[in-house]
């Protein structure tokens, strides 16, 4: 098993590295991948030191899986061309999430879709993962007609540049400036630009993705993405109308029972999930599950996710080891 991880260097291409360690992904040779000035440079992967190399020379050495974490422009551009030599691409950019040819897959909910066909998978957001984990067994069963989404994230979403201003601005150094405004002490309603709607591209890849991940145009979507100086995850609290009835004892025990959920949520012991207990872990938290009694059939809840992890590099190598088990590659 030829693996690539394009973008090793990256933040999240270092998590990448980190999980398929931890979760002894079978590798025989491992690629780092990274843009031309990175290449030469060492790095170090289960006790072994592995030179960066470029993406050209990547591509002529035709991995079985590509784990792109490298931005949008270089996902679109060299995506295709491992694909074409053979390679598996999954790819951590918003470059292919909504290309109607390519699946947007969360291995607990739609992975067996993949089919040997399928070349280039797309993971999704962040942000949209952790909801969908939460989301998927409800909308099973009780069906989701609307939803209202407000979110808190991790500044380690924007990257290294952002947690060295967290952390400059917290030492009073002046420093280089990742967002328009101070992020220390403050709250930024502002993730990824603006569209002509009047919402960020974060808040539009909450609708578009949830819809195409469960599958279902029809459930009405609006949400806020707000940018704290946090850097264990992203929270987000959520405003759920069903179709049908629910009880909330039903609600937690469902989401008890659903495969990378953990709830945590007693309130007589003040427990609920928080990104300072979810950094560093796979799961999904969910918590503060309760009815909205100001309308008929509607459920608050607070979900917590690692934005590093479950967000990006452990969803992209958990469906590396679906593609496995289901024979897609070998």
């Known amino acids: ?32 991948v990274a843009s031309e000035k990175s290449v030469g440079k060492e790095m170090e992967f289960k006790g072994k030191i592995h030179k960066v190399i470029g993406l050209e020379e990547a591509v002529s050495k035709k ?32 470059a292919w999430r ?7 897959v969360v291995p607990e909910i739609n992975a067996d879709n993949i089919t040997k066909e399928d070349k280039i998978i ?17 909308h099973q069963k009780y069906g989701i007609k609307r939803l209202v989404i407000s979110t808190y994230q991790s ?23 990742a967002y328009a405004y101070p992020i220390h002490k403050n709250a930024i309603p502002h993730c990824d630009v603006f569209e002509e709607n009047g919402y960020t591209k974060e808040e539009m890849k909450l609708v578009r993705e949830t819809q195409k991940i469960l599958n279902d145009k029809t459930i009405a979507i609006t949400a806020t993405a707000v940018r704290i100086p946090v850097v264990g995850g992203h929270s987000e609290a959520v405003n759920i109308e069903f179709e049908k009835e629910f009880d909330a004892s039903e609600i937690r025990k469902l989401l008890h029972h659903t495969d990378g959920v953990v709830v945590q949520d007693n309130l007589d012991t003040n427990t609920y999930p928080m990104p300072i207990y979810a950094q560093g872990k796979d799961a999904v938290f969910v918590g503060r599950i309760r009815r ?18 479950k967000g990006a590099a452990t969803n992209a190598v958990q469906i590396a080891e679906r593609l496995l088990e289901n024979k897609i590659i070998s």
């Open 1 to 32: 098993m030829k693996v690539a991880v394009v973008g090793a260097t990256g933040m999240v291409g270092n998590i990448m590295l980190q999980v398929l360690a931890e979760r002894n992904f079978p590798i025989t040779e491992l690629l780092v």
């Open 63 to 94: 991995p079985t899986i590509a784990l792109f974490s490298a931005g949008g422009y270089t996902s679109l551009e060299w995506a295709p061309k491992f694909a074409e030599v053979g390679t598996v691409v999954i790819d951590n950019s918003s």
């Open 98 to 104: 909504m290309d109607a040819t390519k699946k947007l």
């Open 122 to 138: 797309a993971n999704p957001n962040c942000s949209t993962i952790q909801l969908v984990m939460a989301l998927a067994p409800l």
């Open 155 to 177: 500044i380690t979403g924007t990257g290294v540049k952002a947690v060295q201003q967290l952390e400059n601005e917290h030492n009073n150094v002046a420093g280089e400036m």
């Open 292 to 309: 909205d009694y100001s309308q008929p059939k509607t459920l608050n809840m607070w979900i917590v996710s690692d934005n590093l992890r």
